[in-house]
């Protein structure tokens, strides 16, 4: 297959000008399209089937492969939100709801065509409103903050469910929208004929998987693309993609006019001080010049010594004793001071006797320790001193 692929965008490249250009493009995104796998698995052949597809279309807008490519890439693009369905789905069991809400609104603004973007519309909502729940439980914030984002995260579910009702209004979640609406005490919009024509024309160029292609899918590689549409449009160019981040500085700057700094540190959880004129920027890495448990020191007031550790954390403070081991150079002696004992080693009873013992017994093994260690000869004694040698 990429020995294939190479050679067809050769051909592309050396030959564009030929009928067979287009269908070389062709080959080249079917190549793709064979290799593309489940929603849960790996997209990268998916992805790169979209990019081949959307060349072929905005290249040869006159070719006779056209509609072809288009149904390809509607298949193609079914599996893609599919894929981005699931995973917004498991961000919102897991209480995600930022996550959530970025890839349900990233499917929905890129894949309008999806088989179950009235699903992923709804689970919009139903995020939007879980987070309405989370700021009521939010004992931090006050109630002006909680009045304005409990509004903006309204309005939000309002428009996900409002959208159902005028751009699919035909499937089934057309009538849970409409009672979600009514519990939010938000007004009901009215789809239009031409919407409700539409939408029932892309219902019925859907088709349902049969029973037996359901339990073969399950030990094949490939996905199953029935539910794809067979008219529409598809995307040619991506929106911008919503990220969490995004979700959540959107939730912040709704806490502009009615929250205090109280509220706003309990929400967001840094403070943005600005530096003052001719002050640098503040680092994350920079100590901070007056700890919180320390008070800044009054000017002209002596700074204090810190206090003993031990009586610190006894909760008391001694006051300072002078170290007398303590070393103090060039400083004169006091006259009134006593001057320092002498140490004697030795007993007041045997004075004389025991120091002449020790002398003896120090000399004479100074003696032995010499005639053993010394170079000099030795005298000879007996027959040895017959001995010339």
Do not use: C, W
Not at 30 to 45: A, F
Not at 71 to 94: D, N, S, T
Request: proline share 9%; aromatic share 6%; no cysteine.
């Amino acid at each position: 297959m990429q020995q294939a692929e190479i050679e067809y965008k050769d051909f592309k490249t050396f030959f564009p000008n030929m009928p067979e250009a287009a269908e070389a493009q062709l080959k080249v995104a079917n190549i793709h399209y064979q290799e593309m796998e489940k929603p849960d698995r790996d997209y990268t052949h998916a992805m790169r089937a979209e990019e081949e597809y959307r060349s072929l279309i905005q290249e040869y807008p006159d070719s006779k492969l056209l509609p072809q490519a288009k149904q390809r890439l509607r298949e193609v693009q079914e599996v893609l939100a599919q894929r981005e369905y699931i995973i917004g789905r498991f961000y919102y069991l897991r209480q995600a709801y930022p996550a959530s809400i970025a890839r349900l609104r990233t499917l929905v603004d890129r894949y309008p065509l999806y088989s179950g973007a009235d699903e992923a519309l709804y689970l919009l909502g139903q995020s939007y409103e879980s987070e309405i729940e989370m700021v009521r439980r939010n004992p931090k914030v006050g109630e002006a903050a909680k009045a304005k984002m409990i509004e903006e995260f309204t309005k939000k579910a309002s428009e996900s469910y409002g959208r159902i009702i005028t751009r699919y209004p035909a499937m089934d979640r057309a009538l849970d929208a409409k009672a979600r609406l009514e519990a939010l005490h938000q007004t009901v919009p009215r789809p239009t004929r031409a919407a409700l024509e539409l939408n029932k024309k892309e219902v019925a160029g859907r088709h349902e998987p049969g029973m037996m292609s359901s339990m073969l899918g399950n030990f094949t590689k490939h996905p199953d693309v029935a539910r794809a549409t067979n008219l529409g449009e598809p995307t040619m160019v991506d929106p911008t993609p919503v990220n969490a981040t995004d979700v959540v500085q959107a939730a912040t700057r709704s806490l502009g006019g009615g929250a205090s700094p109280g509220d706003n540190k309990a929400t967001v959880g840094i403070a943005n001080v600005a530096p003052g004129p001719g002050q640098e920027a503040p680092r994350s890495d920079a100590a901070p010049a007056n700890p919180p448990d320390q008070a800044a020191p009054t000017p002209g007031a002596q700074e204090q010594p810190p206090a003993d550790a031990a009586s610190v954390s006894a909760g008391e403070v001694k006051p300072e004793v002078a170290d007398p081991n303590e070393l103090k150079p060039n400083v004169a002696p006091d006259p009134n001071a006593l001057p320092p004992l002498q140490q004697n080693n030795e007993l007041a009873g045997s004075s004389s006797s025991s120091s002449a013992s020790a002398s003896a017994a120090a000399s004479q093994t100074s003696e032995e320790l010499a005639d053993i260690s010394s170079s000099k000869k030795k005298k000879k004694k007996g027959l040895g001193k017959l001995n010339p040698f």
